[in-house]
């Protein structure tokens, strides 16, 4: 689907980064540019520390700390040619997760950028809301990697399963207008059950059905782990984006994620874009 909004979430490290990296995104799709910029208060510590008057005062300068910057995000904004909006939370008793979730609901992408991605606390917030509470696609870009929303090269990891459907169809517009589309799996097994007969012909069929340039690739891991394997792909093909699914639960707050979806939000040194 086109994106007509993109939620922004950025944290208190790198904020400049993140904001430039988000605007250049909204800017190549003509998207409207919905800031959220968060701030998690320090863990109280003691059986009544959050109301002892020390407490109180950092949470005063934190709060005009933020205020400070939302005004400072606005006026940058201000100066670009994009719609957009900038909000706050000031997360205090439980994680941001359920504020991003509420906001990323009206939103077409999330995106979080490097100071997110390096941040991993708030990188589960926004996996927790982004992902799982509003089944949005979430676009994770690690430092030094290089954003688009307009890839010529995209390898889509594939195998079988429904988050690997969804995201393959959040990412069907890019997908169309790139020139070329890897539909790439790892040891697929070759069975009805599992991803059929003939690995990848059934993504290949639906693909090229909406005009998408595919090429089906098939990797022996070799030993080595899926993500390894995956990331060392993408570098051979020159991809610029890793579309693929993620997978776990968001039912506690601290976040269960798959084997590869976790290992590749640790390790990936270009952008991808996960749904669940």
């Known amino acids: ?31 409207h540019l919905s800031t959220l910029f968060v701030t998690m208060a320090p863990v109280p510590t003691g059986r009544y520390q959050t109301l002892s008057p020390s407490w109180l005062e950092v949470r005063e300068r934190n709060l005009e700390k933020l ?28 994680g941001p997760a359920y504020d991003i979730g509420e906001r ?34 979430v676009l994770f870009v690690p430092r030094d990697a290089n954003a688009t929303l307009k890839p010529m090269t995209i390898l889509l990891a594939w195998d079988s ?13 890019m997908m169309k207008m790139a020139q070329s589309v890897h539909v790439t799996m790892v040891d697929p097994v070759a069975a009805s059950r599992v991803s059929g007969d003939e690995p990848g012909a ?11 340039n ?16 995956l990331l060392r792909h993408a570098v051979d093909i020159n991809a610029e984006l890793i579309v ?16 590869v979806t976790k290992s590749m939000l640790k390790e990936a040194n270009l952008p991808i874009l996960m749904a669940h």
């Open 214 to 229: 595919i090429s089906v690739e098939t990797l022996p891991s070799s030993g080595r782990f899926v993500t390894e394997t």
């Open 202 to 212: 059934d993504i290949a069929t639906y693909l090229a059905r909406h005009g998408v």
């Open 1 to 31: 689907m086109p994106y007509k909004t993109i939620l922004n979430v950025l944290g208190e490290d790198r904020a400049d980064e993140d904001l430039q990296v988000a605007t250049k995104l909204a800017g190549e799709v003509g998207a």
């Open 67 to 94: 205020s400070e910057r939302v005004t400072k995000f606005r006026e940058r904004l201000a100066t670009t040619e994009l719609s957009f909006d900038v909000d706050s939370v000031y997360a205090e008793v439980a």
């Open 104 to 137: 990323a609901i009206y939103a077409d992408l999330v995106v979080a950028g490097p100071g997110v991605f390096a941040n991993d606390d708030l990188k589960s917030q926004v996996v927790s809301g982004g992902l799982f509470q509003a089944g949005r696609p």
């Open 244 to 259: 693929m699914g993620a997978y776990g639960h968001s039912k506690l707050l601290e976040l269960i994620l798959g084997g």
């Open 161 to 173: 399963r429904p988050s690997a459907a969804h995201a393959a169809r959040e990412a069907l517009e």
